[in-house]
């Protein structure tokens, strides 16, 4: 059996009784999608994220990702450096200048310790620049959903 509890699904996000959002501000606006990007998504439901980090963001169509996952159909966000930090989850959801983006998925961990992909679902994938987003709007990831498919 695994040691990390939410691999071997002991806990899901439900463990969670409160937490605060996580705030920052965009520092890239990027544009383009892929349809074979090939992430591979963490066994990890919840992400620490610490004040003064930069984050990738990354939209999904892809009704399947969720962490463990694998994730082809994407659209670039941009990057976002972590003004306020705390604990994401996956259900979370991904708000950029007031508007939803969409809720998180999971994430990849290809560039670290440069950086981490965070990966978001939405009904659709709209790239940084078609979603009319702007060098320091104002990012949040938080109050997390009520359907996002993990068991405790």
């Given at each position: 059996?695994?040691?990390?509890?939410?691999?071997?699904?002991?806990?899901?996000?439900?463990?969670?009784?409160?937490?605060?959002?996580?705030?920052?501000?965009?520092?890239?606006?990027?544009?383009?999608?892929?349809?074979?990007?090939?992430?591979?998504?963490?066994?990890?439901?919840?992400?620490?994220?610490?004040?003064?980090?930069i984050?990738?963001?990354?939209?999904?169509?892809?009704?399947?990702?969720?962490?463990?996952?694998?994730?082809?159909?994407?659209?670039?966000?941009?990057f976002?450096?972590?003004?306020?930090?705390?604990?994401?989850?996956?259900?979370?959801?991904?708000?950029?200048?007031?508007?939803?983006?969409?809720?998180?998925?999971?994430?990849?961990?290809?560039?670290?310790?440069?950086?981490?992909?965070?990966?978001?679902?939405?009904?659709?994938?709209?790239?940084?620049?078609?979603?009319?987003?702007a060098?320091?709007?104002?990012?949040?990831?938080?109050?997390?959903?009520?359907?996002?498919?993990?068991?405790?």
């Open positions: 059996m695994s040691s990390d509890p939410y691999k071997a699904g002991l806990v899901g996000t439900d463990l969670i009784a409160a937490k605060k959002d996580v705030e920052g501000s965009l520092v890239v606006v990027l544009r383009g999608s892929l349809e074979d990007r090939g992430l591979n998504l963490t066994d990890s439901v919840t992400r620490a994220l610490l004040a003064g980090e984050h990738e963001l990354i939209v999904t169509d892809e009704p399947t990702a969720r962490p463990g996952s694998r994730v082809d159909r994407i659209a670039y966000i941009g976002v450096e972590i003004t306020s930090g705390g604990v994401i989850a996956v259900g979370d959801r991904l708000v950029c200048a007031g508007v939803s983006i969409g809720t998180i998925a999971g994430y990849d961990t290809t560039h670290l310790p440069n950086h981490m992909n965070i990966v978001a679902t939405a009904s659709r994938r709209t790239d940084g620049t078609d979603s009319g987003l060098l320091g709007d104002e990012v949040l990831i938080g109050g997390i959903g009520h359907d996002n498919g993990l068991e405790a």
